[in-house]
């Protein structure tokens, strides 16, 4: 069974870059689309982006600007930057692998990421 | 940008029916955009209900089922459970590598 991990600072301060893993155990990383969503608090899902296990991603238009994947198939994991980041931000982050036909059936538990000085 | 619509809250009563809906704010939803239904309840990392307009995950009750309906993708909800009380979000691929969540449905069984 598939399994999706999130790491990384809980707290970021403005203006500063967010940065997560994603660590998939239970399977390879190769082969598939792996995506980043995120929840601010009182709102719905947003897609962020996603990265292919070649380095090929693609981004949320109104967040490219600041949005950076990498993927590290040696170490089964990839990654999320995200830069200028504001208190819009905040939110809880989660990794999900997308498989046939777009469907993001295998996620990770999520961490939350607050943006405060 | 096209925005992926749904309404923001829905009520059925237990062993009821409900249909959500996912449209677009120009243009209509078709089995082109591939989309999928997602449940999520409070605490919980969201789930696939289904996925390619009317394919059912695995496990998922067939109580669940998705469709086209006019020019929006449907969720319909039969014999709805109190458990079923959750947000759910619909999905739409874009095209280029992008998809779109919808602002999701709280839906309440009551």
């Known amino acids: 069974q598939v399994q999706l991990q999130e790491s990384g600072p809980g707290l970021v301060k403005p203006s500063e870059t967010l940065s997560l893993t994603c660590s998939v155990s239970?399977?390879?990383?190769?082969?598939?689309?792996w995506s980043w969503i995120r929840r601010p608090a009182g709102k719905g899902l947003e897609w962020i982006g996603r990265?292919?296990?070649?380095?090929?991603?693609d981004y949320n238009p109104s967040l490219k600007s600041r949005v950076t994947m990498s993927v590290d198939t040696s170490k089964n994991q990839f990654s999320l930057k995200l830069s200028s980041v504001t208190a819009a931000d905040t939110a809880v982050y989660y990794c999900?692998?997308?498989?046939?036909?777009?469907?993001?059936?295998?996620w990770g538990q999520g961490t939350l990421v607050t943006v405060s000085s | 940008q096209t925005v992926v619509t749904q309404e923001p809250s829905f009520s059925v009563s237990p062993g009821g029916t409900v249909t959500l809906t996912c449209g677009l704010s120009?243009?209509?939803?078709?089995?082109?955009?591939?989309p999928s239904w997602y449940q999520q309840t409070p605490g919980q990392t969201p789930r696939t209900l289904i996925y390619?307009?009317?394919t059912r995950s695995s496990g998922v009750p067939d109580r669940f089922s998705g469709s086209i309906l006019g020019n929006k993708a449907a969720l319909t909800i039969t014999a709805a459970q109190a458990d079923d009380e959750s947000d759910y979000y619909c999905?739409?691929?874009?095209?280029?590598?992008?998809?779109?969540f919808g602002g999701g449905t709280k839906l309440t069984v009551l």
């Open positions: 999900a692998r997308e498989g046939y036909a777009y469907d993001l059936g295998y």
């Open positions: 120009s243009g209509s939803v078709s089995t082109s955009y591939y």
């Open positions: 990265i292919y296990t070649t380095g090929s991603t």
């Open positions: 390619s307009t009317n």
């Open positions: 999905v739409l691929y874009m095209g280029s590598g992008i998809s779109v």
């Open positions: 239970g399977g390879s990383i190769n082969g598939y689309y």
